[in-house]
Every structure is written in structure tokens, then in C-alpha cells.
């Protein structure tokens, strides 16, 4: 079992950023890939960013393309999204999550945090 906890949500302006941080406890050893789902009200939750185990490759969706970067730190146990050049339509609850396989597909991830909300003002 991997246990994750999402912070660093908030309120921004448009033009502004936020950095998103995700925790991860319980099984750290084994070698989970991560990403960043977000779901907007009365949207379905799509995918954001992923990052591999070992951290050298990241896979963004077009629309937070060049303006969201997903990392990891060295211990690999904190995965983070930095936002920047923030638009109202980021606004949504952010999720991170922990799969075996890179990937950008939901059902491919296996553990899920509670969400942090970042909303975005215009």
C-alpha cells in the first residue's frame, strides 16, 4: 500500500503560480512511476503530468504543456508540479497518484490522494 498526500493548493491569479507537493509513505521502495490528474467541476478528471521512478522522463498533456513542470525529489518519496503562467481553466482539484507503468491513463494508477484545490482567478 501506498499512502499519498497532496498540499499546496490555493487561490492564484491568472499570470500567476502555485507549487503542488505530494507525499508518498507506505511502500516507497517499490518503483512507482507518478502523475497529476485534475478534475474541474462538472468535468471528468483527465490526466496532467507523469514522471518515471528514476525521474528522467515526463509526459505533459498539451494543454499544461510549457507551463507545468513535474519533478521528483532525490529520495523519491515527494513528487511535485510546479504551475506557472496560470489560467482561470486551471482551475480544479489536483490529484496525484502512484502507478507500476508510465503512463497518462487513470485506470493504470493504482494509489490516489485526497486532491488539493487550486483555483485560479481571472
Known amino acids: 500500500q501506498v499512502q499519498l498526500v497532496e498540499s499546496g493548493g490555493g487561490l492564484a491569479q491568472a499570470g500567476g503560480s502555485l507549487r503542488l507537493s505530494c507525499a508518498a509513505s507506505?511502500?516507497?521502495?517499490?518503483?512507482?512511476?507518478m502523475g497529476w490528474f485534475r478534475q474541474a467541476p462538472g468535468k471528468e478528471r483527465e490526466f496532467v503530468a507523469a514522471?518515471?521512478?528514476?525521474?528522467?522522463?515526463?509526459y505533459y498533456a498539451d494543454s499544461v504543456k510549457g507551463r507545468f513542470t513535474i519533478s521528483r525529489g532525490d529520495t523519491k518519496i515527494m513528487v511535485y508540479l510546479q504551475m506557472n503562467s496560470l489560467k482561470p481553466e486551471d482551475t480544479a482539484v489536483y490529484y496525484c497518484?502512484?502507478?507500476?507503468?508510465?503512463?497518462?491513463?487513470?485506470?493504470?494508477?493504482?494509489?490516489w490522494g485526497q486532491g488539493t484545490q487550486v483555483t485560479v482567478s481571472s
Open positions: 497518484a502512484a502507478s507500476s507503468s508510465f503512463s497518462t491513463q487513470q485506470d493504470e494508477y493504482a494509489y
Open positions: 507506505g511502500r516507497t521502495r517499490s518503483n512507482y512511476a
Open positions: 514522471i518515471t521512478w528514476s525521474g528522467t522522463r515526463t
